[in-house]
Nanobody, 114 residues
Framework: QVYLVESGGGLVHPGGSLRLSCAASGSTLRFSTVAWYRQAPGKQRELVATITSGSTTDYVDSVKGRFTISRDNAKNTVDLQMNSLKPEDTAVYYC????????WGQGTQVTVSS
């Protein structure tokens, strides 16, 4: 059984930073492109950032220059460093493979508010 656990979310003021972590157990992420997704209330899940097995990264335009995705294959984790946070970044954030999805985890709530 594969388990994905997202952590690191919280409440921050606009302009603040958070670092999210995605830990996988039961299967390796090493050979997969891994993505962070987010889902705001009333909206569809949105792809935010991807990182390939070779550590090539890509981002949705709205977070480009503010977010950084990285991976640690020894720990089987993928992180998302989020800087200069905006209220529109508020969402539940999830990680998963970019294809051949594992079961979805519970996500971690990010709230950006004054």
């Amino acid at each position: 059984q594969v388990y994905l656990v997202e952590s690191g979310g919280g409440l921050v003021h606009p302009g603040g930073s958070l670092r999210l972590s995605c830990a996988a157990s039961g299967s390796t992420l090493r050979f997969s492109t891994v993505a962070w997704y987010r889902q705001a209330p009333g909206k569809q899940r949105e792809l935010v950032a991807t990182i390939t097995s070779g550590s090539t990264t890509d981002y949705v335009d709205s977070v480009k220059g503010r977010f950084t995705i990285s991976r640690d294959n020894a720990k089987n984790t993928v992180d998302l460093q989020m800087n200069s946070l905006k209220p529109e970044d508020t969402a539940v954030y999830y990680c998963n493979r970019a294809s051949r999805y594992f079961p979805w985890g519970q996500g971690t709530q990010v709230t950006v508010s004054s």
